[in-house]
Each structure stands twice: as structure tokens, then as C-alpha cells.
């Protein structure tokens, strides 16, 4: 079964059910012929509406999982059990290009006649990693390279710094009001994202993730203190960056910088082939090495 896509995981899509259902039935379907299980769709249902469990504030895009080299077949059934629930709408998004959506679903849509809809909504941004630190160094374009280990200097310079990876749940428990602060300080933006709510979905996914194996909180620490961290998701052989905060007061030195560039690092040294800065296009992605992956919106009109 190709269970790539982390968003689809069920730790990750029971937490958002229990946070974020807003009236949708769940919708959770599983197609087998006989006993070979063809794929699974994690969707949700609201009136004639079908789409994902997940929304795209927090769930940067999604996929069905379906079973290599049956992605035919498990859509054409799909498409049938839709029908006969009276399915009006398929709406699905955010989609990477290599989703099962996009390479498959639409063909079976476009045999049947049914109207179709995409269109390019955002971009994420991801690296694949090498096997050396100093071959990412040497991948970076020569003032990229020159910045990063000029301001890794600087730190050291400025004192004690130390990179910590928080991976056990107490441990991790114990980090969040402080990743929270560090989060909100960063930008006004950041400080509107996190309502209650949010802050809820956010302690209950890195408790649930982290009891899974699947998360690393990087904090690095200047004489002592915590000035920055990265909020990770460690799965698939890929490394997730899924939000980050650090201390303005710190601003000179690049820590919020610093603790990602540090990240990859530990990425490198443990072997993993990828590193995904996820949805957005801000200006470090590109400094650091990110390449663009366009992101897509699919409407379905059944008929």
C-alpha cells in the first residue's frame, strides 16, 4: 500500500477529525476484491459534497492511498459508489502532481464525462538531500553557501550554541508553551494563526505524532536559552517542516534561520533523501536549496 502522503496518516486524520469536524460525516471508505485491499479514501461528507478529511490551514495537501498498480480500478469502483450515494461534488485539494488524484482519478472522471476543474492554487517548496553535509553546502548556489556558514560562525561566535531534538512526548510536552511563545513573537501573522483551537490541534498532534515516532522539535539553545525552533515530521524517509518561531530579539544572528539550516543537517547525518519545506514560498525555501512543487485544486461535477 503507497501510504505517502503524511497527511493522510490515521494519527494525523483522527486528531483533525476531533478538532476541526465542522457537521461533515466522515466518509471512510475501503475497497477490496477479495482479500486484496485495492485503497483507501479518507473523506468527509456534507450535503451532496464529498472531500477530504483534513482543510488546507493545517493540512498541506492530501491523497488517497491506494495500492501500486491498481490505482485504476480502485477509482473506477470509487467513482461507481460515489454515484450511487447521490455524490454531486468531488472537491479535492491542496494535490501535489504526483497524487493519485491527478495521475489517475481524473482519467476515470474524464471516461465518464464528468466536468472537471483544477487549477494551480500554491507552491511548496522541498530538497532532496545528499549524503554529505558538505555536498548540500556545495549544492547551495555561492552566496547561499557563503551566508550559511558565515552566519553558523556568528553564532558560535555570539556563545554557547547548541541544537537540541526533543522526540520524547514528555519531553516535547514540556517545549510547547515555549515553541507557542517563541511561535507568536515571530510575526503578527503567526500570533493570528494560533487561536485556542489551534493551540488545541497543535498539542494533541505533536502528543499523537510523538507517541508514533514521527516528530523532532528542534530547539536551539544560545547560552543555555531557547531562541528558536522547528517543528518536524519525520516519516517516509522525509523530513517535514511544519512551523517554526524564534526570538526577535535575536533577529541578528538568523536563529530562526540557523535552526532549520541545522535541521537539514540532522536530516543529512541520519540518512533521510528529502527535505520538505511544505506549502508557501517564502524567500529562504529558495536560499536553502528548495525547489518548487505546484499544488492544485480538483473539482469534480459527477453525472
Known amino acids: 500500500m503507497n501510504w505517502d502522503c503524511l497527511f493522510v496518516l490515521p494519527e494525523w486524520l483522527k486528531v483533525w477529525w476531533t478538532e476541526f469536524n465542522n457537521g461533515a460525516k466522515p466518509h471512510l471508505i475501503s475497497i477490496r476484491k477479495k482479500e486484496t485491499l485495492l485503497g483507501l479514501a479518507p473523506l468527509q461528507k456534507k450535503n451532496n459534497r464529498v472531500s477530504f478529511i483534513g482543510n488546507t490551514d493545517v493540512c498541506d495537501y492530501l491523497d488517497f492511498i491506494v495500492a501500486a498498480g491498481k490505482e485504476t480500478e480502485f477509482f473506477e469502483i470509487l467513482f461507481d459508489y460515489l454515484v450511487q450515494e447521490n455524490t454531486k461534488y468531488l472537491d479535492l485539494g491542496l494535490l501535489r502532481p504526483d497524487s493519485t488524484v491527478l495521475l489517475n482519478l481524473l482519467k476515470v472522471a474524464q471516461a465518464q464525462g464528468c466536468k472537471i476543474t483544477t487549477q494551480s492554487e500554491d507552491i511548496a517548496l522541498e530538497l532532496g538531500l545528499p549524503v554529505t553535509w558538505d555536498e548540500y553546502l556545495g549544492q547551495l548556489k555561492g552566496k547561499q553557501r557563503h551566508e550559511v556558514k558565515r552566519k553558523l560562525r556568528r553564532l558560535d561566535e555570539a556563545g554557547d550554541a547548541r541544537l537540541r531534538v526533543a522526540i520524547d512526548t514528555d519531553d516535547i510536552r514540556n517545549q510547547l508553551p515555549t515553541f507557542f511563545e517563541l511561535f507568536n513573537l515571530s510575526s503578527e501573522e503567526k500570533a493570528t494563526f494560533m487561536t485556542d483551537q489551534m493551540r488545541s490541534f497543535f498539542r494533541e498532534l505533536t502528543r499523537t505524532m510523538a507517541n508514533a515516532g514521527l516528530l ?12 528558536a525552533m522547528s517543528l518536524c515530521f519525520d516519516f517516509n524517509n522525509t523530513l517535514y517542516l511544519y512551523n517554526s ?12 534561520l540557523l535552526c532549520k539550516v541545522l535541521s537539514i543537517k540532522d536530516a543529512i547525518q541520519r540518512g533521510r533523501r528529502k527535505y520538505d519545506f511544505l506549502k508557501g514560498s517564502e524567500v529562504y525555501k529558495y536560499r536553502l536549496g528548495g525547489q518548487e512543487v505546484p499544488l492544485y485544486s480538483c473539482r469534480i461535477e459527477l453525472t
Open 245 to 256: 518561531g524564534f526570538d526577535p530579539r535575536y533577529r541578528a544572528l538568523s536563529v530562526g
Open 216 to 227: 523532532r522539535l528542534y530547539v536551539l539553545e544560545l547560552n543555555a536559552s531557547p531562541v
